[in-house]
């Protein structure tokens, strides 16, 4: 459980705290911020707000947090704007190792991510190894080609047109040096934590893509499952393959008109 902290005499009783708390659990109170309950999520608004840094978090790593210079702005509208247009999926990767200080960064990106109701409720897989990287891919892709055949109960095949796929080695996995893969509760929370590790490791130079095909199987079959130590009530959400691209791209490439409802 979170516990709210507030240092009365760095508290000048300014209010801020108050208008920000998502829960609505502050009040002023002889002329200090006051916890009126016990449901804080430790989303940290109050941290952040605080004019006197008079507030914490006693079950978290304070000494993480980051003092923003006055003017701080994130990053150039349209430098962002161009990351995401050039953004592609890249398959074909150099066989460097990536430097675990490159991954821990990656990780920092997703751990930072704002998840629904702060549940941080996203949990990492990692694996940095070429070997085993093709070892679990294998439960993957067996399964795949032991389903090549099989149909539902209306008669239609249950891999549809990758009934005719080639599901061979490093189909899936492409040689990437590093995989990683989200678990959690909540979808939404994984996905976006996802996103997150997905632009860092761009703007480290890596390329990245999202292995769809395995994590269809990662929850279905109960080997995988295990290996994974995909529990109950877990789903294996995201899957990245990540390396050194061993391709460029020239340019940006169109997309459909966005579908917009003005309302």
């Given at each position: 459980?979170?516990?709210?902290?507030?240092?009365?005499?760095?508290?000048?009783?300014?209010?801020?705290?108050?208008?920000?708390?998502?829960?609505?659990?502050?009040?002023?109170?002889?002329?200090?911020?006051?916890?009126?309950?016990?449901?804080?999520?430790?989303?940290?608004?109050?941290?952040?707000?605080?004019?006197?840094?008079?507030?914490?978090?006693?079950?978290?790593?304070?000494?993480?947090?980051?003092?923003?210079?006055?003017?701080?702005?994130k990053v150039d509208p349209e430098d962002f704007l161009m990351t995401?247009?050039?953004?592609?999926?890249?398959?074909?990767?150099?066989?460097?190792?990536?430097?675990?200080?490159?991954?821990?960064?990656?990780?920092?990106?997703?751990?930072?991510?704002?998840?629904?109701?702060?549940?941080?409720?996203?949990?990492?897989?990692?694996?940095?190894?070429?070997?085993?990287?093709?070892?679990?891919?294998?439960?993957?892709?067996?399964?795949?080609?032991?389903?090549?055949?099989?149909?539902?109960?209306?008669?239609?095949?249950?891999?549809?047109?990758?009934?005719?796929?080639?599901?061979?080695?490093?189909?899936?996995?492409?040689?990437?040096?590093?995989?990683?893969?989200?678990?959690?509760?909540?979808?939404?929370?994984?996905?976006?934590?996802?996103?997150?590790?997905?632009?860092?490791?761009?703007?480290?130079?890596?390329?990245?893509?999202?292995?769809?095909?395995?994590?269809?199987?990662?929850?279905?079959?109960?080997?995988?499952?295990?290996?994974?130590?995909?529990?109950?009530?877990?789903?294996?959400?995201?899957?990245?393959?990540?390396?050194?691209?061993?391709?460029?791209?020239?340019?940006?490439?169109?997309?459909?008109?966005?579908?917009?409802?003005?309302?």
């Amino acid at each position: 459980m979170n516990k709210l902290i507030i240092d009365k005499d760095k508290c000048i009783g300014c209010g801020i705290c108050v208008t920000d708390c998502v829960r609505n659990i502050l009040e002023l109170k002889d002329g200090k911020a006051n916890l009126v309950d016990n449901t804080c999520i430790g989303c940290g608004h109050c941290i952040a707000v605080c004019p006197t840094n008079a507030v914490r978090l006693d079950n978290l790593d304070m000494d993480e947090v980051i003092e923003l210079p006055s003017g701080f702005t994130k990053v150039d509208p349209e430098d962002f704007l161009m990351t995401i247009k050039t953004s592609r999926s890249v398959r074909q990767f150099k066989a460097n190792e990536i430097d675990k200080e490159v991954i821990e960064k990656i990780l920092e990106a997703g751990r930072f991510t704002a998840t629904a109701q702060n549940k941080q409720d996203v949990s990492y897989i990692v694996i940095d190894n070429l070997e085993k990287n093709r070892e679990i891919e294998k439960l993957a892709l067996d399964d795949y080609n032991r389903l090549k055949t099989v149909k539902d109960d209306k008669g239609n095949y249950v891999l549809g047109p990758y009934r005719y796929a080639d599901f061979h080695e490093d189909f899936l996995f492409k040689k990437a040096p590093l995989l990683i893969m989200t678990k959690s509760t909540h979808a939404l929370n994984a996905g976006l934590a996802t996103k997150s590790m997905e632009l860092m490791a761009e703007a480290m130079g890596l390329g990245v893509f999202h292995v769809g095909l395995f994590t269809i199987r990662a929850n279905a079959n109960e080997e995988l499952k295990s290996v994974l130590d995909i529990q109950v009530g877990e789903e294996l959400v995201t899957c990245l393959a990540i390396g050194y691209p061993n391709i460029e791209y020239k340019r940006t490439v169109p997309r459909e008109k966005a579908n917009i409802n003005w309302i």
